[in-house]
């Protein structure tokens, strides 16, 4: 596919028409951050604005062109909100050409300077109005940090969504995981599930292992041990206590993670209560372990799922990062 990016200039004025001619031709995005189509000055200022403690020159304003034609842009801040790490603010491509790969392969071309340059980590930020932009960056490999800020726009009252990719590090293996989970109630085995996307899409190479149904019997081939369980009646699931008592666990690198009703409301009582005194009477010395909210019991055998899918993103990532530095 014949595109290419062409660095713009601030002080052009051609090049600010035509990111202006781009920003006219793609109404949908201005309308779904803002609420209302693009006004005569956006392209201005998307030359103009930067995030506190940038410069001018950090901000690359490029054109998308298709042969000699324009057909998107795109504007990142390098260095940004650490040196290795590069924050993407726009890639926009027009309505009529959109639907034929023109942004993934943009992105591509971004990467690869981004790679050039020695920047580690593309970052980003969706606003969560505009529906189409998650998948688009997820299916490139970006990964949702777990973090969540407000959004406030003209008419527009949203989120965004903040998401990140290792730069050149997506197909890279990083570690071979072992996810094994004890669950009853499903808040578990869902968490797990999280988890080895998580994992999967930082370049780990990841087995998830349903504990009660599965054996493992030798956990040498695993640079990385994760192991979920819940807790019930006060006793955490016998399984789960199981493994944790394992030899072969002893000097592997671990981390543990609890789904528990406590907690919804604390989960430090609950990591204090339930796990920390497991791990310390085998002798682990976990990489992290922390309690998740679960499934709360409302009687007649019922469980309301207080669940956080959000809460074992962010788990799971900092966890790549550990494993990674
Ligand atoms: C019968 C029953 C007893 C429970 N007892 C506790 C408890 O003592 N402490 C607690 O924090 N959570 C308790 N819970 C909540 C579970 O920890 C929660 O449902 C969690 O999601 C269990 O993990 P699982 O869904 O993977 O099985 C209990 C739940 C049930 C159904």
Redesign the pocket.
């Known amino acids: 596919m014949d595109v290419q990016l062409v660095r713009l200039s601030p002080s052009s004025e051609d090049d600010i028409g035509s990111v202006q001619e781009v920003l006219e031709d793609a109404p949908g995005y201005s309308v779904a951050v803002t609420g209302r189509p693009p006004a005569d000055d956006d392209a201005r200022s998307l030359f103009d604005e930067l995030p506190p403690g940038s410069h001018r020159e950090d901000k690359l304003v490029f054109a998308i062109r298709q042969g000699s034609r324009v057909v998107g842009c795109a504007d990142v801040v390098v260095g940004y909100p650490e040196a290795s790490t590069v924050f993407v603010g726009l890639l926009l491509v027009r309505e009529r050409d959109q639907g034929h790969g023109i942004g993934a392969k943009a992105y591509e071309l971004l990467e690869e300077q981004f790679r050039k340059r020695g920047l580690k980590k593309a970052r980003l930020a969706v606003v969560e109005t505009n529906p189409r932009a998650l998948p688009f960056w997820e299916r490139l490999g970006f990964v949702r940090t777990g973090e969540r800020r407000e959004y406030s726009c003209g008419e527009v009252s949203s989120s965004l969504v903040l998401l990140e990719k290792r730069i050149g590090g997506a197909s890279r293996m990083e570690a071979r995981t072992l996810v094994g989970h004890v669950?009853?109630?499903?808040?578990?085995?869902d968490y797990a599930r999280i988890i080895g996307e998580i994992l999967t899409s930082r370049g780990h190479e990841v087995k998830i292992v349903d504990l009660k149904r599965e054996k493992v019997d030798d956990l040498s081939p695993f640079d990385l041990v994760v192991v979920g369980m819940?807790?019930?009646?006060?006793m955490v699931y016998r399984k789960g206590k199981q493994f944790l008592s394992r030899e072969d666990l002893k000097g592997k690198r671990v981390a543990v993670f609890l789904?528990?009703?406590?907690?919804i409301e604390d989960p430090e009582k609950?990591k204090e209560r339930f796990l920390s005194p497991l791990i310390e009477r085998h002798g682990l010395e976990p990489i992290m372990h922390d309690a998740f909210p679960?499934?709360?019991?409302v009687g007649g055998g019922k469980?309301q799922d207080r669940t956080d899918p959000e809460v074992a993103r962010k788990w799971a990532n900092a966890l790549a990062d550990r494993v990674e530095s």
Do not use: E, I, N
């Open positions: 669950s009853s109630g499903g808040a578990t085995r819940g807790v019930r009646m006060f789904s528990s009703a406590m907690a609950a679960g499934k709360m019991p469980l």
